[in-house]
T-cell receptor, first 115, second 115 residues
Framework: SQQGEEDPQALSIQEGENATMNCSYK?????LQWYRQNSGRGLVHLIL?????REKHSGRLRVTLDTSKKSSSLLITASRAADTASYFC???????????????FGQGTILTVHP | DAGITQSPRHKVTETGTPVTLRCHQT?????MYWYRQDPGHGLRLIHY???????DKGEVSDGYSVSRSKTEDFLLTLESATSSQTSVYFC??????????????FGDGTRLSIL
């Protein structure tokens, strides 16, 4: 399966600390995306990193991609209670030369930030 | 928030009954998707559409059909619901396909219980 695997499954930290979540995948990708899901809500897109990029930043978020290791990490700096959510990585690979590709999600990391 | 409305938001029905879920978008995006989210499986793609009357199967399409007669509406039908189809269903949209480095925008989901 192409599905990304997040690690850890659950992470509990205090406000102000940094949170790091990792994602590993199995085959070559076109891009990798991170999403956040608050309880009872839909997923919200956070950041997309292309296969030829190594690092991207967005506010307090930093994403790295290591295609040689087939892995990515999401760092949230100076976490807040409002960052409490599930975080998913999703990979895109183009099987069979179609123009569509497929977005495949991992099972997510549950982040709890304590005030 | 992206203009995506899913209806109904909650539904309880009995095994063997037909069920139709509706996704309506106001963004005029070409691509629309239906996912289901289950504990231990993350999000899995059921069907997707790349234009009016253009649809294709995803990872878990058995027991589901879709239709898209207008750009703004994407319907998911369970012809004869089974208990294994109890899940939270999410609709998503994107301007272009995943290989074009496009994020997906999600609705808030429909919680479906089949007794």
């Amino acid at each position: 399966s192409q599905q990304g695997e997040e690690d850890p499954q659950a992470l509990s930290i205090q406000e102000g600390e940094n949170a790091t979540m990792n994602c590993s995948y199995k085959t070559s990708i076109n891009n990798l995306q991170w999403y956040r899901q608050n309880s009872g809500r839909g997923l919200v897109h956070l950041i997309l990193i292309r296969s030829n990029e190594r690092e991207k930043h967005s506010g307090r978020l930093r994403v790295t991609l290591d295609t040689s290791k087939k892995s990515s990490s999401l760092l949230i700096t100076a976490s807040r209670a409002a960052d409490t959510a599930s975080y998913f990585c999703a990979t895109v690979f183009n099987a069979g030369g179609t123009s569509y590709g497929k977005l495949t999600f991992g099972q997510g990391t549950i982040l709890t930030v304590h005030p | 928030d992206a203009g995506i409305t899913q209806s109904p938001r909650h539904k309880v029905t009995e095994t063997g009954t037909p069920v139709t879920l509706r996704c309506h978008q106001t963004e005029n995006h070409r691509y629309m998707y239906w996912y289901r989210q289950d504990p231990g499986h993350g999000l899995r793609l059921i069907h997707y559409s790349y234009g009016v009357k253009d649809t294709d199967k995803g990872e878990v399409s058995d027991g589901y059909s879709v239709s898209r007669s207008k750009t703004e509406d994407f319907l998911l039908t369970l012809e004869s619901a089974t208990s294994s189809q109890t899940s939270v269903y999410f609709c998503a949209i994107s301007e272009q396909g995943p290989v074009q480095d496009q994020p997906q925008h999600f609705g808030d989901g429909t919680r479906l219980s089949i007794l």
